[in-house]
């Protein structure tokens, strides 16, 4: 076998070989071309950290911005595992396992307020008026996030190292994977409902920029198809218009997001 293929040839030892290569969860050996792949995945989360300390932005916004650069940061985390030649369980691994948790699960919250806000904005035309209620939703939603980590950790504490709670997924640590239901309730299902919404939000507000329908004047569920020589005549508001698409230029990110977490 070639060395480049060799798990942990320089880095791991004889007996965390075997554990490694029998299926122990409390640590996972990397080969030199995964070393190569996390180098690139730490490169790629430092430049997202470094460009998010730059964005000011409304609060649901700062939000989403906060999420990703705490995700980022657990990315970047993983140079210890590059450097090491192998994922192992430990405080490090715990932080880890942390900070992706508190990213990966507030990112697809605050999206998922974010679009119910543009659509009830754009298409229902009924904007918030109340800057503490938004304060309050995202303080619910990081209220939200912080006690689902606290809960996971504290209640699965005292576990051997075979069944941690945080533990290599093999390539960085995260939520083990004795934890499903944790897993699901504690990001999975924000991830769907998340996707879910935006697709269901975002659609009609893109046919809605294109001319192709307008909503239903007296019902926000309903919409009114265009016809074909009519559609030039496009009475979107140019201003509204602009906004959506800034709004509908982030969901190709989401899915891409939504891809990398549950991958």
Known sequence: M??????????CTNDELLRSHNGDTSVHCLTRGQIVGETLVILSAFVSFLAVLYVFVAIMAFSIFLGEAIQALGEILNIKWVNDGKVKIGAYCTAQGVLKQLGQVSVPLSVLLLAIYTFRGLWIGRTSESLLLTKLLITGIWGFIILMVVLGNV???????QHRYIAPVPYWCWIGNDYLQWRIWGEYFWWWLTLTVSILTYTPLFFWIRGTITPHPKSWWRFQIRQKDSVEANEFPKDLRNEAKIMLAYVPHLIQRWQLTLS
Do not use: F, I, V, Y
Request: charged share 35%; glycine share 6%; aromatic share 0%.
């Open 155 to 161: 209640l699965n504490l005292h576990k051997d190292e």
């Open 2 to 11: 070639d060395s480049a293929d060799t798990p942990g040839a320089r880095t």
